[in-house]
């Protein structure tokens, strides 16, 4: 069975300091990526997607990135935290399905900037 | 741009009663639908979904209904258990495309 792991669960950083969450997907290959973000009070907000290794699609401009340098890993970084970027942020994928299937997520990771 | 949006915040239900939590969407391009399910710092859990050739699909206590014309989709739960009290959220997507897009959520509270 697929399952997906993120890491780390909770983190603590000042204003300035760099990121780097990361996110695995276990039984299954070639899966399309998602890194999405809930901030305080309000929805899923997508901020990066991808389909293969090395392809990136941005959703929103922000001072986030994210690459994905093996086919079921993908990391989310910064270079200089903003406190605006506190949230809970959520890993997810989808398969490559002939017809469109569901999204399953990780257990999340709450970022909390100071 | 909301194009998907769930106008409800919150719903309290009593136990064993109907639930139901609607969600409305802008572009008829989107052709699947989704319903999830979140606890507090937990990820989303899926619960159900239907696809746009379809007007109905039903799961045990949970039966999702998509009105094209009207571009609303609605989740029914019925009975309603306290376990169900949760954060709702909608989620549409064009087939052919990758883009997942949610609403904002719904919390429901189930009173028992």
């Not at chain 1, 090395?54 to 922000?62: D, F, L, R, T, Y």
Request: net charge neutral; aromatic share 12%.
């Amino acid at each position: 069975s697929q399952t997906i792991h993120q890491w780390p669960a909770t983190l603590v950083q000042p204003v300035g300091s760099p990121l780097s969450l990361e996110c695995t997907v276990e039984g299954t290959s070639n899966p399309n990526l998602y890194w999405y973000r809930q901030a305080a009070g309000r929805g899923l907000q997508l901020l990066f997607y991808s389909v293969g290794i090395g392809q990136i699609s941005s959703e929103v401009p922000q001072n986030l990135s994210a690459s994905r340098p093996q086919d079921r890993q993908f990391i989310l970084s910064s270079k200089k935290l903003l406190l605006s970027d506190s949230g809970f942020y959520l890993c997810a994928w989808s398969g490559d399905y002939l017809f469109t299937g569901e999204l399953f997520f990780g257990e999340g990771s709450r970022l909390t900037v100071l | 741009d909301q194009q998907v949006k769930q106008n409800s915040p919150s719903l309290s239900v009593q136990e064993g009663r109907i639930s139901i939590l609607n969600c409305d969407y802008t572009n008829s391009m989107f052709d699947y639908f989704l319903w999830y399910k979140k606890y507090p710092a937990e990820g989303p859990t899926f619960l159900i979904s239907i696809s746009s050739i379809k007007d109905k699909n039903e799961d045990g206590r949970f039966t999702v209904f998509l009105n094209k014309s009207a571009k609303h989709l609605s989740l029914h739960i019925v009975p309603s258990q306290p376990g169900d009290s949760a954060v709702y959220f909608c989620a549409v997507i064009t087939s052919g495309t990758y883009k997942y897009i949610f609403g904002t959520g719904t919390r429901l509270k189930v009173l028992a």
